[in-house]
């Protein structure tokens, strides 16, 4: 064990303490590129850059929006939480940098290319069907790839510029049965395919989940790309799996994989690849260390969640990269330009429930600790509209105003029984309201408290801390969310001050 002070100057795992699911990474030269999850966020596929592997920041989405299914836009009842798009394939090649992804929600597959992965533009193709957890792989003679597929891992040819499945081409069977290393009792199939060529050889990463055990990376290599392929069990430690290779411009290699942790949601860790007899060895000794010889994380303030005062310069954009929508927003109900400094979220409909209200800005929540507060100016909300602050999940939480019968009331509901509760209900008599959500996921205690504050100084407990849980159903760790809704009449408006993130929470030392 490293003394204190030395573990201070390297980075510690998990890299990334925030949901980051899914990830896909390259290098380019000396700086990294990363892809992720972000399924019914809008925009979508989140691309990270890094010169050290271990400070990230956004630098660009693949995706604007799927598309216009009422399921994207909640719309007509409908929703697409835990589906829209899944994991994403990243690829650098001649020059142009690919990301592919598939959704259930569409039944395509995506392949979005552009020369420029952090300015764009980007160019997209789709086509059917979803190729299941796919990799995109770009062969030395030319010849463009997807693997794909759960236990029975499948391969099929598309054309040069991946845009499309290569006319004529039919899937053939790459591995009949890739779980197998691990065991006859398969719990989750091998999936999450990342495929590699090192050094003439070709290089295979799945997750299997054993019954009885836990998520474990397993890897085959072949000769030739049609194989045959033998594989191992590569690691399996702390359920810390899925993911791929990475290497260093000074040779050392890295596989980069993710952690189920509770209600903050699937975190990415490293984990140093030694070379054996021509296999990745991941892990020291096995293990998943706890330190890594990289430089220290700066923290994820502003790379991947930021403060927004919601002032805007002339040339920025409306939005910076850390924000995404709850769902393809309807973009004439929302501004940051209607008046200055604020951000305006208005109503043109009536909802019967937050998950399905739309037009809800969301924000990662990070640990192990953090504080989402915000100033709310409810002046010009109409009967019946709801606005504030949530932690979104299927198991929500939220604090705001709500108008009712020509009064305002500072409300806090939770829905840690899946169905929403009414806590408390306190009459408010002035028009700016301060709110605070603070997140606990230290040894995945996974508990948020909620505030008000009449002055922005003096913070009061409202309901009760809400036992915060990952659920399938949504599939992503919870997340901040300003949000405004009608139940009674559209027309009305909230206006936010700002959304300010900090970690560690109150009463913690720095």
């Keep these: 064990m490293l003394p204190l002070a030395a573990q201070e100057k390297q980075a510690q795992n998990p890299i990334v303490f925030a949901d980051v699911p899914d990830l896909s990474m390259i290098r380019v030269g000396k700086t990294y590129y990363m892809s992720s999850t972000t399924m019914h966020m809008s925009p979508g596929v989140p691309i990270m850059k890094s010169t050290d592997l271990v400070n990230w920041q956004l630098v660009s989405y693949a995706s604007d929006t799927l ?14 939480y835990g589906r829209g798009s899944w994991a994403s394939s990243l690829r650098f090649h001649n020059g142009t ?96 395919s990342q495929l590699f060529k090192i050094k003439g050889k070709y290089y295979l990463f799945n997750i ?17 790309l049609m194989g045959p392929y033998e ?81 805007r310069r002339k040339g920025e954009p409306a939005l910076p990269l850390v924000w995404q929508w709850n769902h393809n927003p309807e973009n004439s109900l929302w501004s940051v330009t209607d008046r200055a400094g604020y951000l305006r979220l208005k109503t043109d409909r009536t909802d019967t429930t937050f998950l399905l209200a739309r037009n809800t800005l969301t924000q990662r929540t990070i ?34 105003v709500e108008a009712r019968n020509g009064a305002k009331f500072i409300v806090m509901i939770s829905a840690e029984s899946e169905k929403p509760v009414e806590l408390q209900r306190l009459p408010l008599s002035q028009s700016v309201i301060h709110f605070k959500a603070e997140c606990d996921f230290r040894e995945r205690k996974d508990v948020a408290t909620f505030y008000y504050s009449l002055d922005g100084k003096a913070w009061h407990p ?28 559209a027309g009305g408006y909230a206006d936010f001050d700002y959304f300010r993130i900090a970690n560690p929470i109150t009463g913690e030392k720095p």
Aim: neutral net charge.
């Design 208 to 224: 299997v989940w054993p019954k009885d055990g836990m998520r474990t990376v397993v890897v085959h290599r072949a000769d030739k």
């Design 97 to 192: 940098y690919y990301v592919t992804t598939f959704a259930q929600t569409t039944g395509k597959t995506y392949v979005y290319s552009t020369r420029n992965i952090e300015k764009g533009p980007w160019k997209v193709a789709s086509f059917r069907p979803s190729y299941h957890d796919h990799s995109l792989f770009f062969d030395d003679d030319g010849r463009v790839y997807l693997v794909y597929g759960a236990g029975k891992l499948r391969l099929l040819e598309l054309t040069a510029d991946a845009s499309a499945v290569k006319p004529g081409a039919t899937e053939q069977v790459l591995i009949e049965n890739a779980s197998a290393p691990a065991g006859p009792n398969i719990n989750l199939q091998a999936e999450g």
């Design 231 to 311: 594989g191992r069990v590569a690691l399996q430690d702390l359920g810390v799996a899925q993911g791929g290779l990475i290497d260093t411009p000074d040779g050392r290699w890295f596989s980069y994989l993710f952690r189920d942790y509770g209600a903050v949601g699937r975190i990415p860790y490293l984990v140093p690849v030694t070379w054996a007899e021509g296999w990745p060895v991941p892990g020291t000794a096995g293990k998943v260390p706890t330190t890594l010889p990289l430089p220290p994380s700066k923290g994820l303030i502003p790379g991947i969640v930021a403060s927004d005062e919601f002032e």
């Design 367 to 400: 640990g192990p600790t953090c504080a989402g507060t915000t100033a709310l100016d409810v002046t010009h909300l109409q009967e019946g509209d709801f606005a504030g602050l949530a932690l979104l999940q299927k198991r929500y939480g939220l604090v705001g």
């Design 462 to 489: 409202i309901g009760q801390p809400l036992k915060m849980a990952y659920t399938l159903p949504h599939f992503m760790g919870y997340r901040f969310g300003l949000f405004n809704y009608a139940t009674k009449k």
């Design 67 to 80: 598309g216009s299914l009422d399921e994207l836009a909640l719309r007509n009842g409908k929703s697409t």
